[in-house]
């Protein structure tokens, strides 16, 4: 069947099932013949040729709706979800969006997913080291001032700021004194110096620019300058609100989980594995690692949620959800305002949501249905181009131009004949 | 949207970035005729993608892509640059 030849030899069909099958289908049936001894050439290639033959009937026809199957495929498990949000599975520090929600997030290709988190990965020299995994994990945490602060005290016309840092908060986070007084330097307050008496107080004298005489009386000022101390930066990312270290139970590496995302600097951190950092914001994957890293997470975040809820879904039909969603190098949600509203037929778009809208719209434009689409066909009665109303049938206007020529030379014999 | 300097060659080794490659005109035209399309009917990919920046293709440039397909092993899929 693929060469039509007598003297058919086992290289020449191997080759031409190589370029007909799926490579790791080829790679199956290369090994397999292999193994199994004691089989004669005509055999092998009458196997090879039954392979193809089986492979080739079980491919997709033309025009099948498979947008529809999976459709159906996704939607009907999808009714067992929970709506409820779960916490994620083995991790109680915190929230994550699981079930339901978090498949329309997906779907919907939500800017900001509602529980952001990443899972980090450490490079092989750190992988098993739980010291420098918990060093690495306070280094991502984004901290501020207020984060290990005490109080800040100060008296109105005095000049001078008492900050008090809280000694438990600043182990915890793995903040030094010298990363405070880094940061005041940084705010340019004025001098500054580490009390005599207790090094976790820090004495800081504001200067004339930034409490001039005149507001030295003005407990506006004074807030404004406590806000600012508070909201100065010490150390980590921005983005990541917590980060937590787990031990793999089964191979026994350290893995960083953290609260909030920020792929973009995450990866440029040392000692993080970069080829394997995982984030839940599927924006932030396209606009750092580009459209078809986006698509893999989008295959790979669907399968994760619907595998949590314990259904099982071909990933073929995700891989469609995704591959669409991907489509034009942007994604796009499934929906009004992506795949849907990309439609160009009125009655389509109409059909799905805010019809009145479109409709007006479309009246206002002066917009064109071409009927191409099965939805519109449906609505209209039409045979919907889908299956086998896919094929049409149509005659070539070269050959209706012929025909006309017939036509005119009968008529004028006919003409000349009652004449005659 | 990062600043092009700041695209780094890192991304490249993740793993959800396949193997991108940029055709020649005549494998683009190779391609075009063995499926039977037009360019504007290949799926796209923006101009500003960090890949096809670090590839420093051009819009109309052809990216052949080999994906790691859980159903075929590898499967090579086809994208056109636009430039938005």
Known sequence: ?420 | MPKPGRVSKKILQHELVPEHRVLTLEEAAEVLRKLGVRPWNLPMISINDPIVRILKAKPGDIIEIRRRSPTAGESIVYRIVVPY
Do not use: C
């Open chain 1, 1 to 420: 069947m693929i060469i039509e030849d007598n003297k058919r030899n086992l290289d020449s069909v191997l080759k031409a099932a190589e370029e007909l099958l799926p490579r790791n289908l080829y790679e199956e049936l290369v090994n397999k013949l292999n193994e199994v001894p004691n089989l004669t050439k005509n055999e092998k290639i009458e196997i090879v040729e039954e392979t193809v033959r089986d492979f080739i009937a079980h491919m997709i026809q033309p025009g099948e709706p498979v947008g529809t199957i999976a459709a159906q495929s996704i939607g009907e498990p999808g009714t067992q979800m929970t709506l409820r949000t779960f916490h994620y599975a083995g991790l109680i520090e915190f929230d994550v969006t699981l079930g339901l929600p978090r498949l329309i997030e997906i779907v919907d290709a939500k800017r900001e997913p509602s529980t952001p988190m990443m899972i980090i990965y450490l490079d092989e020299r750190y992988k098993y080291d739980g010291e420098k995994a918990k060093e690495i994990a306070r280094r991502l945490e984004y901290t501020m001032m207020e984060n290990i602060l005490d109080s800040i005290n100060y008296i109105i016309g005095d000049r001078t700021l008492t900050i008090t840092l809280d000694k438990d908060m600043m182990e915890d986070k793995g903040a030094t004194t010298q990363m405070v007084l880094d940061a005041l330097k940084r705010l340019k307050l004025g001098e500054f110096e580490i009390d005599e008496e207790n090094p976790y107080v820090i004495n800081v004298t504001l200067s004339e620019k930034v409490l001039p005489d005149e507001y030295l009386y003005d407990i506006k000022t004074y807030t404004n300058i406590v806000d600012k101390v508070k909201r100065a930066y010490l150390k980590g990312i921005k983005g990541i609100r917590r980060a937590i270290i787990r031990k793999d139970s089964r191979t026994g590496e350290y893995i960083i989980y953290t609260d909030g995302s920020n792929l973009e600097e995450v990866i440029r951190i040392r000692g993080i594995d970069y080829r394997k950092v995982r984030t839940n914001n599927i924006h932030e994957i396209a606009r750092v690692l580009g459209i078809e890293a986006a698509r893999n997470a989008i295959i790979e975040q669907i399968i994760d949620v619907l595998s949590n809820s314990g259904l099982d879904v071909d990933i073929r039909h995700i891989m469609l959800v995704a591959d669409i969603m991907t489509w034009t190098g942007k994604i796009r949600q499934i929906g009004r305002l992506g795949v849907v509203g990309d439609k160009t037929s009125v009655l389509a778009k109409a059909a799905y949501e805010v019809t009145t809208k479109n409709l007006f719209e479309a009246a206002a434009s002066g917009a064109i249905e071409e009927f191409m689409g099965v939805t519109e066909s449906i609505i209209a009665g039409l045979e919907p181009p889908t299956g086998t109303g896919t094929i049409v049938t149509g005659v070539a206007r070269s050959l209706i131009r012929k025909l006309n020529e017939v036509k005119e030379v009968n008529e004028f014999e006919f003409e000349h004949r009652e004449r005659a």
